[in-house]
């Protein structure tokens, strides 16, 4: 049971690290069509979006 979790743990911050890197690569890709501020409020907005559906989602599997 204890190894299940520590892979849990490590698969939960590989997809953490994937998803920034995919964010940063998206900010760097707006900031050169939109400049750097605007890009990082766009990509910061879309990354809350992301984590507030996946909240519900979670919420909903948990609440049955």
């Known amino acids: 049971m204890g190894l299940g ?3 849990s743990l490590i698969a939960a ?3 953490l690290a994937g ?3 995919v964010a940063w690569g998206v900010e760097r ?3 050169t069509l ?4 605007f ?4 990509a ?7 984590a507030g559906a996946l909240g519900l989602w979670v919420r ?5």
């Open 29 to 31: 890709w707006l900031s």
């Open 60 to 64: 909903s599997l948990i609440r049955g």
């Open 44 to 50: 910061g907005g879309l990354l809350l979006l992301l």
């Open 34 to 37: 939109l400049g750097p501020v």
């Open 19 to 21: 998803l920034l890197l």
């Open 39 to 42: 890009s990082l409020l766009l």
């Open 5 to 7: 979790l520590w892979l």
């Open 13 to 15: 911050l590989a997809l």
